[in-house]
């Protein structure tokens, strides 16, 4: 029944980030699966700080919580993207992954390489150009990937302080 209820919430997630819900949803299981090298994690709807464009949720193995992951889009030159974001338990971004990106151009931003400049960042003030490196092809994806990134980082770090 939990598995049911998590499945149901990733496909509405989808929905409302307008992606073809299957694609969204599965791509999302699977790399939560591999980052955490597990068939069994299970997660849990943060409802308080979700809202149509950002899905929050706790992450757990069984019993053990191990992290959050956002599930949210952002802005390209022309088209939205799809993305989630892994943070461990000290909130610190562990895995950035683009589900589904659907413009031709700027899709060097889904490199492996380039995002991991976001990984074990702690703060939510990072600059396209001075802390992320511009990359030449995706100045629109790239700059609105790094604006949306600090203000998910934002309210991590404000649900935080409040829990």
Do not use: C
Request: net charge positive; aromatic share 12%; charged share 25%.
């Amino acid at each position: 029944m939990k598995r049911f209820s998590v499945l149901i919430i990733i496909l509405l997630s989808s929905i409302i980030l307008m992606a073809d819900p299957p694609e969204v949803s599965k791509k999302f299981n699977k790399e939560l699966s591999k980052h955490f090298d597990s068939e069994s994690i299970t997660t849990v709807w943060i409802k308080k700080i979700s809202n149509s464009n950002d899905l929050f949720f706790k992450v757990f193995n069984g019993k053990k919580e191990l992290g959050l992951v956002v599930l949210t889009s952002a802005k390209g030159r022309y088209e939205n993207f799809d993305y989630m974001i892994v943070f461990n338990q000290e909130l610190e971004i562990e895995l950035i992954k683009i589900l589904v990106y659907r413009s031709e151009y700027g899709a060097e931003i889904t490199s492996k390489r380039w995002l991991s400049q976001f990984y074990s960042k702690h703060t939510y003030k990072l600059k396209y150009g001075n802390d992320i490196q511009a990359i030449s092809g995706a100045t629109f994806s790239a700059s609105s990937l790094t604006n949306n990134v600090n203000r998910i980082n934002k309210i991590v770090k404000e649900y935080n302080s409040t829990e």
